[in-house]
């Protein structure tokens, strides 16, 4: 079945370092793509999406391209903050329902 | 837009009994869903109704599981015979049935911790 592969977390970086965590995909057909933010003690957040292969989605400095060639939907930010910090999700949509299938989800701290 | 709600944010129950969670999706979204999220996991999907439809159930829905959207606004999922393995986050999520594949909105959960 269809399936997501996400970085181990927790990633530990430096205010303004540069951010990539990865993402992988296992799909019969051409999903979409999506990156989720859940911040502490809230529900998810849509942070970008990206339908097609070569797509670039992109939304508060992150961007994440849809790389059919390589299974992958890496999620980067040139300079990141404290605000920043949360659990990052990797997901895909299946089936004419477009439920969602979810990666383990990558912990990012950012420290001052 | 005042988005997805969920209630109640926190339900503390002994082992065996029944709860009850409610979501209401944004008004003009007619597709539903429901996903259970477990420490340290992305979220699982559950159940999914179009309108007032359910449509497709996960094999995680045990017969203890029910779920309703009896007008195709709000939705409930009931959980009969609670077990410890039920204890989880409970999250909807809603959207709409435009072009192209419609970003799903989720709220922002309902805990359940079994005693």
């Known amino acids: 079945g269809n399936s997501v592969t996400q970085m181990e977390g927790p990633v530990t970086l430096s205010e303004e370092a540069f951010l990539t965590i990865n993402c992988t995909y296992t799909?019969?057909?051409?999903?979409?793509l999506f990156w989720y933010v859940q911040y502490p003690g809230e529900g998810l957040q849509l942070l970008l999406k990206a339908t097609k292969a070569d797509d670039k989605g992109s939304n508060k400095g992150f961007e994440a391209t849809y790389r059919k060639e390589t299974t992958s939907f890496h999620l980067e930010k040139g300079s990141v903050q404290v605000s920043d910090s949360a659990v990052y999700f990797c997901?895909?949509?299946?089936?004419?329902?477009?439920?969602?299938?979810f990666g383990t989800g990558t912990l990012l701290a950012v420290q001052p | 837009d005042t988005g997805v709600s969920q209630d109640p944010r926190h339900k503390i129950t002994k082992r065996g009994q029944n709860v009850t969670f409610r979501c209401d999706p944004i008004?003009?979204?007619?597709?539903l869903y429901w996903y259970r999220q477990t420490l340290g996991q992305g979220p699982e999907f559950l159940t999914y109704f179009q309108n007032e439809a359910q449509l497709e159930k996960s094999r995680l829905l045990s017969d203890r599981f029910s779920a309703e959207r009896p007008k195709g606004s709000f939705s409930t999922l009931e959980i009969q015979r609670t077990e410890q393995g039920d204890s989880a986050m409970y999250l909807c999520?809603?959207?709409?049935?435009?072009?192209?594949?419609?970003?799903?909105?989720f709220g922002d959960g309902t805990r359940l911790s079994i005693l």
């Open positions: 997901a895909l949509s299946e089936g004419a329902t477009n439920k969602l299938i």
């Open positions: 799909a019969t057909g051409y999903p979409s």
């Open positions: 999520a809603s959207s709409s049935t435009g072009s192209g594949n419609q970003p799903q909105h």
């Open positions: 008004s003009e979204h007619n597709r």
